[in-house]
Protein backbone atom coordinates (compact mmCIF):
# COMPACT_ATOMS: atom_id res chain seq x y z
CA UNK A 1 0.00 0.00 0.00
CA UNK A 2 1.41 3.54 -0.91
CA UNK A 3 0.37 7.24 -1.36
CA UNK A 4 3.06 8.91 -3.18
CA UNK A 5 2.85 12.67 -5.45
CA UNK A 6 5.62 13.14 -7.26
CA UNK A 7 7.01 16.82 -8.00
CA UNK A 8 2.60 17.88 -8.59
CA UNK A 9 2.40 21.96 -8.90
CA UNK A 10 -1.37 22.90 -9.45
CA UNK A 11 -2.81 26.13 -10.86
CA UNK A 12 -6.25 27.65 -11.38
CA UNK A 13 -7.42 30.20 -13.60
CA UNK A 14 -7.25 33.43 -11.94
CA UNK A 15 -9.70 36.23 -13.27
CA UNK A 16 -9.81 39.74 -12.17
CA UNK A 17 -7.73 38.48 -9.13
CA UNK A 18 -5.05 41.55 -8.25
CA UNK A 19 -1.39 40.40 -6.80
CA UNK A 20 -2.68 42.64 -3.19
CA UNK A 21 -5.94 40.60 -2.73
CA UNK A 22 -3.55 37.58 -2.22
CA UNK A 23 -1.87 38.75 1.08
CA UNK A 24 -3.76 38.11 4.55
CA UNK A 25 -3.62 39.21 7.87
CA UNK A 26 0.12 39.92 8.82
CA UNK A 27 0.98 39.64 5.62
CA UNK A 28 -0.08 36.08 5.42
CA UNK A 29 -0.27 34.69 1.53
CA UNK A 30 -4.06 33.32 0.86
CA UNK A 31 -5.01 30.98 -1.72
CA UNK A 32 -1.54 30.45 -3.29
CA UNK A 33 0.42 32.78 -5.53
CA UNK A 34 -0.45 34.98 -8.44
CA UNK A 35 1.49 33.79 -11.57
CA UNK A 36 2.01 33.20 -15.33
CA UNK A 37 1.06 29.92 -16.24
CA UNK A 38 0.86 29.18 -20.49
CA UNK A 39 0.73 32.94 -20.89
CA UNK A 40 -2.43 33.46 -18.59
CA UNK A 41 -2.45 34.47 -14.99
CA UNK A 42 -3.11 31.68 -12.62
CA UNK A 43 -3.22 31.13 -9.30
CA UNK A 44 -0.61 28.65 -7.90
CA UNK A 45 -2.49 26.39 -5.19
CA UNK A 46 0.78 23.64 -5.34
CA UNK A 47 4.25 23.98 -6.18
CA UNK A 48 6.50 21.02 -6.31
CA UNK A 49 4.93 18.73 -4.03
CA UNK A 50 6.84 15.74 -2.87
CA UNK A 51 5.25 12.89 -0.88
CA UNK A 52 5.74 9.31 -0.40
CA UNK A 53 3.95 7.48 2.26
CA UNK A 54 3.72 3.28 3.08
CA UNK A 55 1.36 0.97 4.79
CA UNK A 56 0.55 2.30 8.38
CA UNK A 57 1.11 5.91 7.74
CA UNK A 58 -0.60 8.81 9.97
CA UNK A 59 0.05 11.88 8.05
CA UNK A 60 -1.45 15.65 9.62
CA UNK A 61 -1.26 18.26 7.28
CA UNK A 62 -0.79 21.81 8.57
CA UNK A 63 -0.98 25.59 7.27
CA UNK A 64 -2.51 28.89 7.76
CA UNK A 65 -5.59 29.43 5.84
CA UNK A 66 -4.79 29.36 1.80
CA UNK A 67 -1.53 27.38 1.82
CA UNK A 68 -3.04 24.44 0.21
CA UNK A 69 -4.05 21.97 2.66
CA UNK A 70 -7.39 21.19 1.43
CA UNK A 71 -6.62 21.43 -2.46
CA UNK A 72 -3.09 19.19 -1.24
CA UNK A 73 -5.73 16.56 -0.06
CA UNK A 74 -8.37 16.54 -2.93
CA UNK A 75 -5.20 15.86 -5.36
CA UNK A 76 -4.59 13.03 -3.63
CA UNK A 77 -7.70 11.80 -3.59
CA UNK A 78 -7.89 12.46 -7.96
CA UNK A 79 -10.60 15.13 -7.66
CA UNK A 80 -8.40 17.75 -9.21
CA UNK A 81 -5.56 16.51 -11.62
CA UNK A 82 -1.55 18.39 -11.50
CA UNK A 83 -0.86 20.08 -14.55
CA UNK A 84 2.78 19.11 -13.09
CA UNK A 85 4.00 15.79 -11.62
CA UNK A 86 1.86 12.90 -11.01
CA UNK A 87 -0.35 11.12 -8.34
CA UNK A 88 0.27 7.35 -7.48
CA UNK A 89 -1.99 5.21 -5.29
CA UNK A 90 -1.46 1.75 -4.61
CA UNK A 91 -5.35 1.16 -3.85
CA UNK A 92 -8.50 3.51 -3.92
CA UNK A 93 -8.49 6.79 -2.18
CA UNK A 94 -11.48 7.79 0.13
CA UNK A 95 -12.13 11.03 1.54
CA UNK A 96 -14.30 13.39 3.70
CA UNK A 97 -14.44 16.44 2.38
CA UNK A 98 -17.85 18.20 1.30
CA UNK A 99 -20.85 17.20 3.06
CA UNK A 100 -23.32 17.18 0.23
CA UNK A 101 -21.09 15.22 -2.04
CA UNK A 102 -22.58 11.76 -2.68
CA UNK A 103 -25.30 12.41 -0.38
CA UNK A 104 -29.47 13.33 -1.04
CA UNK A 105 -30.86 16.19 1.25
CA UNK A 106 -34.17 15.24 0.71
CA UNK A 107 -33.52 11.39 1.51
CA UNK A 108 -32.93 9.64 5.23
CA UNK A 109 -30.32 8.86 7.00
CA UNK A 110 -30.07 5.13 6.06
CA UNK A 111 -30.80 5.86 2.25
CA UNK A 112 -27.93 7.94 2.14
CA UNK A 113 -26.17 4.94 3.87
CA UNK A 114 -27.42 2.82 1.18
CA UNK A 115 -26.30 5.23 -1.84
CA UNK A 116 -22.61 6.14 -0.69
CA UNK A 117 -22.37 2.18 0.03
CA UNK A 118 -23.04 2.06 -3.57
CA UNK A 119 -21.16 4.86 -4.61
CA UNK A 120 -18.18 2.86 -3.17
CA UNK A 121 -18.66 -0.22 -5.04
CA UNK A 122 -20.55 -2.46 -2.38
CA UNK A 123 -23.12 -4.73 -3.05
CA UNK A 124 -26.31 -4.64 -1.61
CA UNK A 125 -25.90 -7.27 0.99
CA UNK A 126 -22.69 -5.83 1.89
CA UNK A 127 -24.28 -2.60 2.54
CA UNK A 128 -27.47 -4.08 4.49
CA UNK A 129 -25.12 -6.21 6.81
CA UNK A 130 -23.04 -2.86 7.70
CA UNK A 131 -26.48 -0.92 8.52
CA UNK A 132 -26.65 -1.47 12.24
CA UNK A 133 -22.76 -1.12 13.07
CA UNK A 134 -22.77 2.36 10.99
CA UNK A 135 -26.07 3.35 12.98
CA UNK A 136 -24.69 2.37 16.21
CA UNK A 137 -21.56 4.21 15.91
CA UNK A 138 -23.22 7.49 14.65
CA UNK A 139 -25.41 7.65 17.61
CA UNK A 140 -28.38 9.48 15.57
CA UNK A 141 -30.72 7.38 16.58
CA UNK A 142 -34.19 7.97 15.02
CA UNK A 143 -32.60 10.63 13.11
CA UNK A 144 -31.51 8.06 10.60
CA UNK A 145 -35.27 7.83 9.91
CA UNK A 146 -35.60 11.72 8.58
CA UNK A 147 -34.34 13.67 5.88
CA UNK A 148 -30.90 14.55 5.79
CA UNK A 149 -31.75 18.51 5.28
CA UNK A 150 -33.15 18.09 9.28
CA UNK A 151 -29.60 17.58 10.50
CA UNK A 152 -26.85 19.62 11.84
CA UNK A 153 -23.79 19.64 10.38
CA UNK A 154 -22.42 18.13 13.18
CA UNK A 155 -24.87 15.59 12.84
CA UNK A 156 -23.98 15.02 9.18
CA UNK A 157 -20.38 14.85 9.55
CA UNK A 158 -20.53 12.14 12.07
CA UNK A 159 -23.00 10.35 9.56
CA UNK A 160 -20.11 10.66 6.78
CA UNK A 161 -17.78 9.18 8.74
CA UNK A 162 -19.10 6.41 9.92
CA UNK A 163 -19.85 5.58 5.79
CA UNK A 164 -16.92 6.34 4.97
CA UNK A 165 -14.64 4.30 7.78
CA UNK A 166 -16.47 1.46 7.28
CA UNK A 167 -16.65 0.98 3.31
CA UNK A 168 -13.65 2.44 2.55
CA UNK A 169 -10.62 -0.33 2.94
CA UNK A 170 -7.66 1.32 1.43
CA UNK A 171 -6.49 5.17 1.87
CA UNK A 172 -8.59 7.75 3.76
CA UNK A 173 -7.90 11.60 3.36
CA UNK A 174 -9.88 13.68 5.20
CA UNK A 175 -10.45 17.63 5.20
CA UNK A 176 -10.30 19.16 8.96
CA UNK A 177 -10.68 16.92 11.86
CA UNK A 178 -14.32 15.39 12.97
CA UNK A 179 -15.04 17.90 16.04
CA UNK A 180 -18.87 16.51 16.26
CA UNK A 181 -19.99 16.13 19.41
CA UNK A 182 -18.58 15.45 23.15
CA UNK A 183 -15.78 13.66 24.39
CA UNK A 184 -16.83 10.62 24.30
CA UNK A 185 -17.98 10.49 20.66
CA UNK A 186 -14.38 11.76 19.53
CA UNK A 187 -12.31 9.38 21.57
CA UNK A 188 -14.71 6.62 19.61
CA UNK A 189 -13.63 8.77 15.80
CA UNK A 190 -10.09 8.24 17.56
CA UNK A 191 -10.22 4.46 18.15
CA UNK A 192 -11.65 4.16 14.59
CA UNK A 193 -9.17 6.34 13.26
CA UNK A 194 -6.17 4.09 14.93
CA UNK A 195 -8.21 0.80 14.45
CA UNK A 196 -7.99 1.72 10.32
CA UNK A 197 -3.91 2.62 10.58
CA UNK A 198 -3.64 -1.05 12.29
CA UNK A 199 -4.92 -2.81 9.47
CA UNK A 200 -2.09 -1.37 7.31
CA UNK A 201 -3.72 1.27 5.43
CA UNK A 202 -2.79 4.91 5.48
CA UNK A 203 -4.66 8.10 6.72
CA UNK A 204 -3.84 11.92 5.58
CA UNK A 205 -5.94 14.07 7.99
CA UNK A 206 -5.65 18.39 7.55
CA UNK A 207 -6.77 20.46 10.29
CA UNK A 208 -6.25 23.34 12.58
CA UNK A 209 -6.56 21.29 16.05
CA UNK A 210 -2.58 20.71 16.74
CA UNK A 211 -4.24 18.58 20.64
CA UNK A 212 -5.91 15.92 17.86
CA UNK A 213 -3.33 15.44 15.37
CA UNK A 214 -0.62 15.08 18.17
CA UNK A 215 -2.82 12.17 19.41
CA UNK A 216 -3.51 10.43 15.72
CA UNK A 217 -0.49 11.42 13.76
CA UNK A 218 2.97 10.19 13.70
CA UNK A 219 4.14 12.59 10.88
CA UNK A 220 3.23 16.22 10.20
CA UNK A 221 3.61 18.17 6.93
CA UNK A 222 3.99 22.02 7.28
CA UNK A 223 2.36 23.42 3.87
CA UNK A 224 2.97 27.37 3.27
CA UNK A 225 1.69 28.72 0.01
CA UNK A 226 1.88 25.69 -1.92
CA UNK A 227 4.80 24.57 -0.96
CA UNK A 228 6.62 22.13 1.99
CA UNK A 229 7.93 23.98 4.48
CA UNK A 230 8.91 21.24 6.58
CA UNK A 231 7.84 17.60 7.25
CA UNK A 232 9.12 15.31 9.92
CA UNK A 233 7.67 14.03 13.33
CA UNK A 234 4.39 15.59 14.68
CA UNK A 235 5.63 16.86 17.85
CA UNK A 236 8.53 19.03 16.64
CA UNK A 237 6.55 20.64 13.31
CA UNK A 238 3.19 21.28 15.69
CA UNK A 239 5.26 23.19 18.16
CA UNK A 240 7.18 24.84 15.42
CA UNK A 241 3.83 25.93 13.51
CA UNK A 242 2.24 26.48 16.71
CA UNK A 243 4.69 29.24 17.95
CA UNK A 244 4.78 30.67 14.61
CA UNK A 245 0.73 31.00 14.24
CA UNK A 246 0.42 32.65 18.24
CA UNK A 247 3.25 35.02 17.04
CA UNK A 248 1.46 35.72 13.59
CA UNK A 249 -1.86 36.33 15.92
CA UNK A 250 -0.88 38.25 18.14
CA UNK A 251 0.70 40.89 15.71
CA UNK A 252 -1.88 40.62 13.55
CA UNK A 253 -4.51 41.42 16.23
CA UNK A 254 -2.34 44.15 17.99
CA UNK A 255 -2.28 45.90 14.82
CA UNK A 256 -6.02 46.42 14.70
CA UNK A 257 -6.16 47.07 18.36
CA UNK A 258 -7.96 43.63 19.31
CA UNK A 259 -5.12 42.55 21.89
CA UNK A 260 -6.85 40.43 24.95
CA UNK A 261 -7.39 42.31 27.70
CA UNK A 262 -6.00 41.09 30.88
CA UNK A 263 -8.23 39.13 33.02
CA UNK A 264 -8.04 39.80 36.82
CA UNK A 265 -7.27 37.79 39.20
CA UNK A 266 -9.80 35.64 40.94
CA UNK A 267 -12.30 36.12 38.10
CA UNK A 268 -14.35 33.18 37.51
CA UNK A 269 -13.48 32.35 33.76
CA UNK A 270 -15.66 29.35 33.74
CA UNK A 271 -18.19 27.75 35.79
CA UNK A 272 -20.13 24.81 36.45
CA UNK A 273 -23.55 24.09 36.78
CA UNK A 274 -25.36 20.76 38.11
CA UNK A 275 -29.10 20.13 35.72
CA UNK A 276 -31.10 18.93 38.90
CA UNK A 277 -31.76 15.48 37.56
CA UNK A 278 -31.40 12.57 39.42
CA UNK A 279 -29.23 10.70 38.36
CA UNK A 280 -27.17 12.64 35.83
CA UNK A 281 -23.89 13.07 34.96
CA UNK A 282 -24.01 16.12 32.59
CA UNK A 283 -23.07 19.48 33.58
CA UNK A 284 -23.54 22.93 31.92
CA UNK A 285 -20.81 25.00 31.58
CA UNK A 286 -21.00 28.74 31.06
CA UNK A 287 -18.32 31.86 30.48
CA UNK A 288 -18.40 35.32 29.93
CA UNK A 289 -15.35 37.02 28.70
CA UNK A 290 -16.40 39.64 26.37
CA UNK A 291 -15.08 42.69 28.51
CA UNK A 292 -11.77 41.52 27.84
CA UNK A 293 -11.85 41.43 23.93
CA UNK A 294 -11.61 37.54 23.79
CA UNK A 295 -13.30 36.29 20.35
CA UNK A 296 -13.67 32.56 20.29
CA UNK A 297 -12.51 30.32 23.07
CA UNK A 298 -11.70 26.57 22.98
CA UNK A 299 -13.64 24.26 25.86
CA UNK A 300 -11.22 20.98 26.35
CA UNK A 301 -11.35 18.53 29.01
CA UNK A 302 -7.99 17.16 30.53
CA UNK A 303 -7.50 14.24 32.89
CA UNK A 304 -4.75 13.95 34.68
CA UNK A 305 -4.64 10.51 35.07
CA UNK A 306 -3.86 10.11 31.49
CA UNK A 307 -2.39 13.45 30.96
CA UNK A 308 -4.61 14.27 27.51
CA UNK A 309 -6.24 16.78 26.76
CA UNK A 310 -9.09 16.81 24.38
CA UNK A 311 -11.36 19.59 22.45
CA UNK A 312 -14.77 19.35 23.40
CA UNK A 313 -16.39 22.71 21.12
CA UNK A 314 -14.86 25.86 20.11
CA UNK A 315 -17.39 28.46 20.83
CA UNK A 316 -18.15 32.19 21.50
CA UNK A 317 -16.93 34.57 24.52
CA UNK A 318 -20.05 34.44 25.87
CA UNK A 319 -21.64 31.26 25.94
CA UNK A 320 -23.19 28.08 27.60
CA UNK A 321 -22.50 24.42 27.08
CA UNK A 322 -24.05 21.57 28.44
CA UNK A 323 -21.81 18.19 28.36
CA UNK A 324 -23.06 14.55 27.90
CA UNK A 325 -23.45 12.16 30.55
CA UNK A 326 -19.35 10.78 29.87
CA UNK A 327 -18.04 13.44 32.73
CA UNK A 328 -16.46 12.18 35.58
CA UNK A 329 -15.16 13.38 38.69
CA UNK A 330 -11.88 14.66 38.37
CA UNK A 331 -12.21 16.00 35.14
CA UNK A 332 -10.96 19.37 34.63
CA UNK A 333 -12.54 21.71 32.01
CA UNK A 334 -10.44 24.36 30.29
CA UNK A 335 -11.09 27.33 28.32
CA UNK A 336 -8.76 28.67 25.77
CA UNK A 337 -7.87 31.91 23.58
CA UNK A 338 -9.37 30.09 20.15
CA UNK A 339 -6.84 32.93 18.63
CA UNK A 340 -3.63 32.33 20.57
CA UNK A 341 -4.18 29.10 22.50
CA UNK A 342 -3.51 30.77 25.96
CA UNK A 343 -4.98 29.15 28.75
CA UNK A 344 -7.88 31.53 30.20
CA UNK A 345 -9.10 29.28 33.14
CA UNK A 346 -10.29 25.99 34.49
CA UNK A 347 -12.90 24.19 36.51
CA UNK A 348 -12.76 20.99 38.35
CA UNK A 349 -15.35 18.41 38.63
CA UNK A 350 -15.68 18.01 42.02
CA UNK A 351 -16.75 14.64 44.28
CA UNK A 352 -19.79 16.82 45.12
CA UNK A 353 -21.23 18.09 42.33
CA UNK A 354 -23.28 14.79 41.24
CA UNK A 355 -24.27 14.69 45.45
Known sequence: MYLR???????FPAHGIAASAQRGPAGTRVGGSLVSYRGKPHIRALDDVNLSLEQG?????????????????????????????????????SGIFNMSIGFRQEASGYRNI???????????????AALPAIAEFTEL???????????????????????????????????????AGDAQFQEKVIARMNSFVESAHICVLASHNNTLLRRVTDQCLWLEDGRIRNYGPSAEIL?????????????????????????????????????????SRAVELSWDLEDF???RVKLSVYESSTGEERLVATAPALCS?????????GMEFRLRDGLDDVLLGSVVIERGHFS
Do not use: C
Not at 5 to 11: D, F, Q, R, T
Open 5 to 11: ANGVSLY
Open 57 to 93: ARLGIVGHNGSGKSTLLRTLAGLYTPQRGSIEAGGPV
Open 114 to 128: VLKGLMAGRSRREID
Open 141 to 179: GPYLDMPLHTYSAGMALRLAFAITTTFSHEILVMDEWIG
Open 239 to 279: EAYGEEARAMRAAALAEEGLSRLPIPEGHPVIQVHVPKRPG
Open 293 to 295: RVG
Open 321 to 329: RRTGEWVRE
